[in-house]
């Protein structure tokens, strides 16, 4: 395949668009990669959706080989299945939902569970038929809070999603580990650096989910690691909890007077001062946050969570813990006279007393453990306020935040944390969708049981650009070869007649040999303009045809480690195959 530049569907830009907030945007929209053509939603242009392309055969060669068989489902999906799950409302507004002309519910899939359970319950109804999965590489529409960074988080976008149908626990977990092994393989030959650490069940219900992360500072998700190899997603960190403490021997409950004490440094001050042997510090102190849950029918509920002083919430493990509800910054204190702003205590909290209000707690406030917190007046809090004891709770919840040299859990030592985004995730669905679909077979003593599944995506648009943002330098894109929307760029510069022709015969044997490759023919542009969206482009072999002509050379370069050197022309067919050839990973039978 050649691709001529001198008509080329691409415009390079010299400068970064205004939009772009990360490397990888920056770098596709400026190499003529992708244009924004909605917000959260990207044309691929003819060199982008060859690198699109490139990653799609990955994914697809390796799903195939697993034995997972491809087919293809309607973007654009009734109303019904997802009812019968309770998906239609659970999905609340991240849902796109549209009607036809004759006032029926459709919705343009965000994922595809219904679908698949109501397909193979169409066709199949014994355990010999199992185990299955079927996969499809499919545009998704979500209509996040949030679309950003390019292809990275888009409202409509492709993902590789697998489903698998099992009769038994034992299958399911095969088919998981089928699964969890296509996406190291998938990951690997993409050459994406990639964690695969635990994560939350979360609104798709069911039980074992890990994810691959590739660790970037761009990321959404923070990770934690530990020495002992824990690894888990920071929403499904488990808190280590402290033992309770009998409450026998410890001291009043005590109201004092603390003016100006709104934030939590104030009030340690105050705190250190009254009392300056009892060592207190902000962990000493119970700050309750309050936040407005919007559940998916659109009610708004106050919601008030109990955390140390010494920690913020993080929203994003807050989210993971009252999904499908969003969280919303709570604003309605005239509404909520038992809500003292900047003094909120925990003995005017819950579903049991007057106020109604549910009131969870993290899980280092143990039964026994003393805390300093507000005592539901301007400028007043109370001390030694025993958990148990002096306040109740109407659950425990994990939305503190995780900080670096937490324990591990599994007691595998102190965590590190890092940032990454989701490119898979892989995911035990259990019984649920086929449970309310109705999905059963026959097993061997003729009896209906329910079939278990599970859920497998992989980020096919993001991962373009998850590749991008971790192949680049300052001076542009350095594709992977096994991704490389051409193996090799030929510039021709200069006017001289007889370098075009050079370069034209490379070209045309290279392409002869099977190589795509990407040629500079542009007769009046400059030999710097050329070498500059040649560093901008990224393939992964450039080959210079020039001066050096007239001594009979030609530039090799290697564009990910800049190395150069002129070959004789007769060899420079032979030395790029061997370039390309040799780096190129064998693909697995
Ligand atoms: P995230 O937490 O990043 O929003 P998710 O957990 O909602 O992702 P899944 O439902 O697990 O996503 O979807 C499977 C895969 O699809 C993800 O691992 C990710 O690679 C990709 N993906 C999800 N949402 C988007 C999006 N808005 N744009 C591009 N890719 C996405
Ligand atoms: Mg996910």
New binding site residues.
């Given amino acids: 395949m050649l691709l001529r530049m001198s008509t080329l569907f691409l415009r390079t830009l010299r400068d970064d668009p205004a939009d772009a907030e990360v490397p990888s945007h920056r770098l596709l929209a400026r190499g003529g990669y992708i244009r924004r053509a909605a917000p959260g939603g990207f044309t691929w242009l003819p060199l982008g959706f060859r690198v699109f392309r490139n990653v799609e055969r990955v994914v697809r060669e390796e799903m195939d080989a697993m034995g997972a068989q491809e087919v293809h489902f309607p973007a654009l999906l009734p109303r019904e299945p997802y009812e019968a799950t309770g998906r239609w409302t659970e999905y609340g507004p991240n849902l796109f939902r549209l009607q036809d002309r004759r006032g029926n519910d459709f919705l343009l899939g965000p994922?595809h569970e219904e679908m698949f359970t109501l397909l193979v319950k169409d066709l199949y109804s014994s355990y010999k038929d199992l185990p299955l999965s079927l996969y499809q590489i499919q545009t998704k529409f979500?209509d996040?809070a949030r679309?950003r960074a390019g292809?990275?988080?888009?409202?409509e976008?492709t993902?590789k999603?697998s489903y698998s149908f099992d009769v038994d626990d034992a299958g399911l977990d095969r088919s998981y580990a089928a699964h969890r092994d296509a996406y190291i393989r998938i990951f690997d030959r993409l050459g994406l650096d990639y964690v695969i650490v635990s994560a939350m069940s979360g609104a798709m219900g069911g039980s074992r989910s890990e994810?691959f992360l590739h660790p970037t500072v761009i990321g959404?998700?923070t990770f934690v690691r530990s020495p002992g190899g824990y690894a888990a997603n920071a929403e499904a960190v488990v808190t280590v909890v402290p033992a309770s403490i009998p409450f026998d021997g410890l001291p009043e409950a005590h109201v004092e007077d603390t003016p100006d004490t709104p934030t939590i440094d104030t009030l340690v001050a105050v705190a250190q001062q009254l009392f300056p042997d009892q060592g207190y510090t902000a962990a000493s102190t119970l700050k309750n946050v309050v936040v407005t849950l919007v559940h998916p029918d659109g009610t708004r509920e106050p919601l008030v969570i109990g955390i140390p002083g010494d920690r913020e919430v993080d929203a994003k493990r807050l989210e993971a813990q009252v999904a499908p509800a969003e969280v919303e910054p709570f604003t309605e204190f005239d509404k909520h006279p038992a809500l003292v702003k900047g003094y909120i205590g925990p003995q005017v909290l819950g579903s049991e007393n007057e106020s109604k209000i549910r009131y969870l707690v993290d899980p280092r406030v143990a039964p026994g453990s003393r805390w300093i917190t507000g005592a539901n007046a301007p400028g007043k809090h109370v001390f030694d306020l025993v958990a148990g004891r002096d306040f109740t709770w109407d659950g425990v919840v994990e939305a503190a935040e995780v900080l670096a040299g937490d324990p591990a859990p599994d007691g595998s030592g102190p965590l590190e944390l890092a940032r990454g985004?989701?490119?898979?995730?892989i995911f035990q669905l259990g019984r649920k969708y086929a449970e309310a679909l109705d999905l059963k077979v026959l097993d061997e003593n003729g009896k209906l049981v329910t079939v278990t599944m599970g859920s497998y995506?992989?980020?096919v648009?993001?991962a373009v650009a998850a590749i991008a943002e971790s192949n680049h330098d300052e001076l542009g894109l350095i594709w992977p070869r096994e991704v490389a929307p051409a193996d090799v760029h030929v510039v021709a510069t200069g006017k001289d007649p007889a370098i075009f022709e050079a370069a034209e015969a490379l070209a045309a044997e290279l392409v002869a040999a099977g190589l795509t490759v990407l040629y500079d023919d542009r007769p009046k542009v400059s030999p710097g303009v050329k070498f500059k969206d040649a560093e901008l482009l990224g393939m992964p072999t450039i080959v210079t045809v020039g001066r050096g002509l007239a001594d009979g050379v030609l530039e090799l370069r290697d564009r990910a480690t800049d190395a150069r050197e002129d070959v004789p022309v007769a060899d420079a067919a032979a030395r790029v195959l061997a370039a390309v050839r040799g780096q190129v990973a064998p693909t697995p039978a």
Wanted: net charge negative; charged share 40%.
């Fill in positions: 994922t979500r996040e679309p292809l990275i988080r888009g409202r976008f993902m999603d994810e959404e998700d985004v989701e490119i898979g995730h995506g992989v980020g648009s993001r």
